[in-house]
C-alpha cells in the first residue's frame, strides 16, 4: 500500500473523538487505509453488503450488537439511521476511537451527521493519491501556503525534477490508487467501470436519477468546463435538460467528491467582482477520460491543455490540506474590468495570490492582476506563479515561480 498523508491525522483524531467519518469519492482508498490502520480487535462491515445494509436500516440496535465496537462501518450513507444508535452507544461508553465511518455521499451524510453525532464526530475529507503520495513522499506533504516559511521548508526537500511530459502523465494518469499502484495499465477500462458503476449504482439508488444517458452527458459536459466559470444556463441547453435540472445534477456531482466549486473572493469593498463559482474537477484523470483526451500528449497539445494545468494544481492544493485535516480557504478573484487571479489563499488575515501558467519562463508581466488586489483593503502577501520550470526562481521582492511538481 502506498503511505498516505492522512495516516497520522486519523491516529490522532480517533485518540480524541468517539467517532471519525472519513468522506471521498469511491476507489480513493479510504477503506484500505482505515484497515491498514485498524489495531488487532476492530471490526469490519460493508453497508455494501445488501444484507448488511438491510439490518442496519431496519433494525439497527441488532445491527450494533452484531458488530460490536470497535468497529469500521463502510459506506455508511446508506443507513443513517444507525447515527442516533452510535450516539446513544458513545455516550453511555465515553470512549474515543470507536466507531471509523466512510461515506462516498459527503453532504448527503452531513444532516444526519449533524443532528445526531455533533460534538461527537471528526469528520475528515479525502482524495485520491497526491503527487507527494505517488512520489512515495506522504510524510512532506504540508498545507500549501506561499509564505517565506513554507518557501525555504520547501526548497530544502528536493522533489522529482519533471519535465513537460512526466506533468502531462500524470495529469492524464490522476490520482486512483488502482491505476497507480497498476502502472495505469487498463485505464480505459478501469474509467469505463468506474463511471458506470457511479452512474448506474450511486447516482440512479441514492437519488433516484433514471436518465442516464442525459446524466453522462452532463458529467462530460461539466469535465470540459473545468477552470470555468459555471453557468447553468449554457450547459443546460448543451446538454438538453432544464437549467433546475442542471443544478441538481450538478450538487450530485459535488455531493460525491468529483466536483469543488470555488467561489469568488468577497467583501464589502469589492461590490464589482463576479459573485459566480468556477467549478473543476478533482480527479484529471477522469476529466481527461470524460474529455477523451488519448495520451498525455494530446492532452499536452490540445485546447484544455491550460485549464487542466490549473485544475491540477488547484487539486493538488486542495489535497495538501485536506490531506493534513484542513480546510483551505481558497478563492479566485474576477471582477467586471475582466481582471483574474487564478487563487486567492487567505490565512493570518493576510491574502496569497496564485497564478497557474503553461510555460517554462515565467515573467512578471504573469502576476499585472495582481495590483488589483489592494481593493480588497487586506494585507497582500507573497504571490506565486506555478509553471514548467523546473526550479524555484524569484520573478521580484515579493513574487516566486514555482515548478508545478512542487506542491
Request: aromatic share 16%; proline share 9%; charged share 15%.
Given at each position: 500500500m502506498i503511505p498516505r498523508t492522512l495516516e497520522k491525522t486519523i491516529m490522532d483524531i480517533s485518540a480524541s473523538f468517539p467517532v471519525l467519518l472519513l468522506t471521498g469519492p469511491r476507489q480513493i482508498g479510504k477503506t484500505t487505509l482505515l484497515e491498514k490502520l485498524a489495531e488487532e480487535g476492530r471490526n469490519y462491515v460493508s453497508l455494501d453488503d445488501l444484507d448488511e445494509r438491510s439490518l442496519a436500516q431496519q433494525d439497527p440496535a441488532l445491527f450494533l450488537q452484531t458488530h460490536k465496537p470497535p468497529l469500521i462501518i463502510d459506506e455508511v450513507q446508506y443507513a443513517p439511521i444507525l447515527f442516533s444508535y452510535i450516539k446513544m452507544y458513545v455516550d453511555k461508553h465515553k470512549i474515543s476511537g470507536l466507531f471509523w465511518l466512510t461515506g462516498s455521499q459527503k453532504f448527503h451524510l452531513m444532516k444526519g451527521i449533524q443532528e445526531s453525532l455533533a460534538g461527537r464526530v471528526a469528520i475528515i475529507d479525502m482524495l485520491g493519491l497526491s503527487g507527494k503520495e505517488i512520489e512515495n513522499k506522504a510524510k512532506e506533504s504540508v498545507p500549501f501556503l506561499p509564505s517565506r516559511k513554507w518557501l525555504k521548508e520547501s526548497s530544502e526537500h528536493k522533489s522529482e525534477e519533471k519535465n513537460l511530459q512526466d506533468i502531462y502523465s500524470a495529469i492524464w494518469n490522476g490520482g486512483f490508487p488502482k491505476l497507480i499502484v497498476d502502472d495505469n495499465k487498463n485505464r480505459d477500462i478501469f474509467y469505463r467501470s468506474y463511471i458506470r458503476t457511479y452512474i448506474e449504482r450511486d447516482v440512479k439508488d441514492s437519488y433516484n436519477i433514471s436518465d442516464n444517458i442525459g446524466f453522462y452527458n452532463f458529467f462530460r459536459a461539466i469535465a470540459a468546463r473545468t477552470g470555468q466559470l459555471l453557468n447553468y444556463a449554457d450547459i443546460a441547453k448543451d446538454v438538453g435538460v432544464d437549467p433546475k435540472t442542471a443544478k441538481i445534477w450538478m450538487s450530485i456531482l459535488e455531493r460525491s467528491g468529483i466536483i469543488y466549486l470555488l467561489y469568488p473572493y468577497y467583501n464589502n469593498v469589492t461590490k464589482r467582482i463576479i459573485k459566480t463559482p468556477k467549478v473543476y474537477f478533482l480527479d484529471t484523470g477522469l476529466c481527461s477520460y470524460l474529455t477523451a483526451w488519448d495520451s498525455p500528449k494530446t492532452l499536452e497539445a490540445g485546447a484544455m491543455s491550460g485549464a487542466i494545468l490549473?485544475?491540477?494544481?488547484?487539486?493538488?492544493?486542495?489535497?495538501?490540506?485536506?490531506?493534513?485535516?484542513?480546510?483551505?480557504?481558497?478563492?479566485?478573484?474576477?471582477d467586471n474590468d475582466q481582471k483574474e487571479v487564478d487563487f486567492l489563499i487567505e490565512a493570518n488575515g493576510k491574502i496569497y495570490p496564485i497564478e497557474v501558467k503553461k510555460t517554462a519562463t515565467p515573467s512578471l508581466a504573469a502576476t499585472k492582476n495582481f495590483s488589483v488586489l489592494k481593493n480588497l483593503k487586506k494585507d497582500i502577501e507573497s504571490g506565486v506563479i506555478f509553471c514548467?520550470?523546473?526550479?524555484?526562481?524569484?520573478?521580484?521582492?515579493?513574487?516566486?515561480?514555482?515548478?508545478?511538481?512542487?506542491i
Open positions: 490549473e485544475t491540477y494544481v488547484f487539486s493538488e492544493i486542495l489535497k495538501s490540506y485536506w490531506h493534513n485535516g484542513q480546510e483551505p480557504n481558497i478563492y479566485f478573484y474576477r514548467l520550470r523546473p526550479e524555484i526562481i524569484p520573478i521580484s521582492q515579493n513574487i516566486m515561480s514555482l515548478p508545478v511538481c512542487l
